[in-house]
């Protein structure tokens, strides 16, 4: 088995690595998808003008440029993340947007010290489901809230109740085996189970858990072209994930599978599938 920070380390060379050129690359089109997602955990925290909010798994930086607007001149964001390239593209949209209340940080949310806590906010948009030690990162997090901070983040519910995930998945494991995988272990996945989030709050330390379930519409693309379609469900999620030894000849299956399997889907808007979050909020007790 791994320890810890084999899969700290893991995660790190992920995101540093195949995970942030895609990221990079698709950002705007991710943004486009995300945003509504993101702004329903918003809706959660006291977001006023001159807070002090910290964002975790800041990513490219979308949010942490969302949140600097709500809380304006006055506020503090910090944006932290281990992906050094995705807080490259942050910082160019930092700057170019002239925030001097956002700063954005490199740094593992699960063990940093943050020099601008304590925080009235910690958010996230699918930022927290990837630490080794849920339980001791959330601990870290908690420990740069302030008495009567609040946290909230969205996750994503189980992949059956995500069909943009679960429709190409099913496509491509027709072809593959992926090695087994623990459904806790960090990943897109690991905060499906609502009891187990309970769970890793209750014992950092948090009070007044709360979790809404919504469904909405995720844009996969944004034009009816298939093979744009077939490219963007090949490269995310699991699909992609499962994908990465495959040759050319198993790759090339796999299309002429896909192809079938979303075109019916695919409308005059581009491919748009369901997906299922849930929106986590709590407390840190006074
Ligand atoms: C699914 S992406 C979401 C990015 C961004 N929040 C967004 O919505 O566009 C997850 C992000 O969490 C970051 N991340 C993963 N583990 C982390 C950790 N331990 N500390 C800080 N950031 C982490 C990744 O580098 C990545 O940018």
């Known amino acids: 088995m791994a320890s810890i920070s084999e899969v700290a380390e893991a995660q790190r060379a992920f995101w540093n690595g195949e995970a942030s050129d895609s990221w990079i690359r698709e950002q705007e089109q991710r943004d486009r998808a995300l945003a509504p997602l993101g702004e329903l955990a918003m809706a959660r925290l006291p977001l006023d003008a001159g807070g002090r909010v910290l964002d975790i798994g800041t990513g490219c930086g979308d949010t942490g440029l969302a949140l600097a607007a709500r809380v304006g001149a006055d506020g503090v964001v910090l944006g932290v993340d281990i992906s050094e390239p995705m807080l490259a593209r942050a910082e160019e949209r930092r700057r170019a947007a002239g925030l001097a209340q956002l700063r954005f940080a490199p740094g593992d949310a699960a063990t940093a010290r943050f020099p601008e806590a304590p925080f009235d906010a910690v958010f996230s948009r699918f930022g927290v489901m990837f630490f080794a030690e849920p339980v001791a990162a ?34 491509v494991l027709r072809h593959v085996t992926p090695p087994p995988q623990a459904p806790d272990a960090p990943g897109q996945f690991s905060f499906a ?71 019916p889907l695919i409308g005059d808007a581009g491919l748009v599938l369901g997906c299922g979050v849930w929106v986590v909020s709590a407390a840190n007790p006074d």
């Open 193 to 263: 189970d609502r009891r187990r989030v309970a769970g890793i709050l209750a014992e950092a330390g948090f009070t007044d858990v709360r979790f809404e379930s919504h469904d909405r519409e995720f844009a996969i693309t944004t034009s009816p072209d298939l093979d744009a379609a077939v490219d963007a469900v090949m490269l995310r999620g699991p699909a992609g994930r499962f994908l990465r030894d495959a040759d050319e000849a198993m790759l090339a299956k796999v299309r002429a599978d896909m192809a079938p399997a979303i075109a």
């Open 138 to 171: 959330f601990r870290n997090i908690r420990a740069a809230l302030r008495p009567g901070g609040a946290l909230a983040f969205v996750c994503w519910r189980p992949v059956a109740e995500n069909p943009w995930v679960a429709v190409p998945r099913e496509v």
